[in-house]
């Protein structure tokens, strides 16, 4: 039995302490693993990041800590992407689309949240520079998270910053054995990476930095990280949930009094919306008062969406008619120069 | 300087020859890698497998290589998730959402194209009982490929089969090291097995096949293969793409020659103008064939107009499903160009 050639080793980092704000992260890893060489990949889990650079909410003893991490995903979000129950994928300010802001209350004490790093490109660029110069060696640093993906279950980690390695390796314009141009492979190369250091890595284990050894680098200039990962908002496809309403809840709205009424409303837009899947809309309502709901066309109004959201207000409201509700539609100044296209006033069912 | 702990190999298969329908593909393995041991991984990208199957469309000199490729797609997809402009993002009778149903014009002559294996998990199972008798290993098999994702740029690898290893590694329940219980870390390790092979496989290299070795894997019972990673249509909180409008195609509903769809059409728009007044709206509605009935928006289209007109449709396919119709919308032209709207399609009322 002939040996298998050499290939790429994905190495755990053990022993490395838990982190706390102003932990010395790099040289811990120099501590840990004095074997790292040049040309290795360092995968770092971005909760040790977060932790030594202080991205953490305090969760006083007594206070509601599911209440302020729910509060602290409005914070880090700049946009709901969908959402369903507690659930809320979001896009971070960095640009990632995650559920829950990639806010995680697993693996920290109970006395805090962790969130995301500020900026990971910048986090994975000094512990590059900081390894450098504790070992003497030129290494690559990615900083990994672990993500959720429409379509699949299951979660995997990517990519959320990186340094002396390129995001994407892009084959477009080569040409293949056969002559076919690959127009379209650019390989997310990053993000394998933090899936492959994952494997060794494990969730429960405590070890959140792995090294893969082998992979032929080529250092980027200028070393732009992750941000070739981010999709742009026009290349889009899916920028908000297709089914599920997207619920602003904004502070001071005076839904408390009368739940019965909105929750009616969002029943029955849930209902419309799974009857009408090819009128995909983002509705955001929120209440103006007892028995009435604001119905808002986004920030983006277009003939489309006014016509998708039409016909799930005109679907909702026969469902709320069958329920037993009447109903009545307020038009709230011209839509164009606001947002704001009506309020759906709710009657009491007939008894 | 110490050396780093044991971790995990990725190993290229190196010198495997070009696959065509009917090879033995098992076997080449077996003389490729003739050090494949217990407990490996060995992970296979889907287009060997394809090859090897005979899942090739022939593309006949003189053929347009194109329109077979776009023709191929209708056929493999049971569902059209989003379109835009030649690319289709769809879901396949596996499960599997992907652009253009993962058929591959690249890496194959210009004589054909390469479908998606019919049973990836079949596949799998196959060549792991046939490497068993071979080598005399008990090893996993992973059959991958490269699929983009949402709200990120560049694709990566992931699993469309395996055997022989859970695709999920469920950590649901499990309590980390601070007492937070788990709820939802799922990893889909057979996914980042893909990826951590898609490093040494690379796009050009004509490595199809890489082993992952050194990672512990329980033998699941029953194997069901991939099966857990799709997603059930009611998790999916993105169906559709959001901007687009998209109807599902489906061959055979034999729309032609019914007189009844524009009178149905015509009736259930007069419901919904009775239950809704607040939307006045001048529907004008004649068909453009059988069982298709054209909407237009008017001559002064507004976004009030679009409300109006939408809610009207939505009730109005409300009515149209009660009645026992089934619809699909299709958008015609782009609105506020042209005042034309979309199409609304009949089905066979459901018996």
Chains 1, 2 share one sequence.
Not at 92 to 102: E, F, I, N, S
Not at 238 to 251: E, I, T
């Amino acid at each position: 039995m002939s040996e298998p050639p050499a290939g790429i080793s994905v190495l755990p980092v053990e022993g490395l302490p838990e982190f706390t704000p102003g932990d010395d992260l790099a040289a811990a890893i120099a501590d840990a693993a004095p074997w790292l060489a040049d040309g290795d990949v360092v995968v770092v889990t971005s909760k040790a990041v977060s932790k030594v650079e202080g991205r953490l909410v305090h969760v006083p003893p007594g206070a509601d800590r599911e209440a302020m991490r729910l509060q602290a995903v409005e914070q880090e979000a700049v946009r709901v992407v969908a959402r369903r129950g507690p659930l809320a994928i979001v896009e971070t300010r960095q640009g990632w689309v995650v559920a829950a802001a990639g806010i995680d209350a697993s693996n920290i004490g109970q006395d805090a949240l962790v969130l995301l790093p500020e900026d990971a490109d910048a986090s994975a660029r000094s512990l590059r520079a900081r390894l450098g110069e504790l070992l003497g060696v030129d290494v690559a640093v990615v900083v990994s998270d672990t993500f959720g993906r429409t379509w699949r279950e299951g979660l995997t980690d990517v990519a959320v910053g990186a340094a002396g390695i390129p995001a994407l390796t892009d084959h477009r314009g080569a040409v293949d054995a056969w002559g076919n141009r690959l127009e379209t492979t650019r390989v997310a190369v990053v993000d394998e990476l933090a899936s492959a250091a994952d494997l060794v890595k494990g969730k429960l284990s405590g070890v959140p930095v792995a090294v893969v050894r082998g992979l032929p680098v080529d250092r980027p200039e200028p070393d732009t990280g992750t941000r070739a990962l981010v999709r742009r908002a026009a290349d889009d496809l899916f920028p908000y949930g297709a089914r599920d309403l997207v619920g602003a809840r904004r502070p001071g709205t005076g839904l408390a009094a009368r739940a019965g009424e909105r929750e009616a409303v969002a029943q029955a837009f849930r209902v419309a919306s799974s009857a009408l899947p090819e009128f995909p809309v983002v509705l955001r309502h929120g209440g103006a008062g007892d028995g009435v709901v604001d119905v808002h066309l986004g920030d983006v109004p277009s003939l489309t969406t006014a016509l998708n959201l039409g016909a799930l207000l005109g679907a909702a409201i026969v469902q709320l008619h069958a329920e037993g509700w009447t109903t009545r539609w307020e038009p709230v100044g011209t839509p164009g120069g606001s947002s704001l296209v009506g309020r759906l006033w709710l009657g009491t069912p007939a008894s």
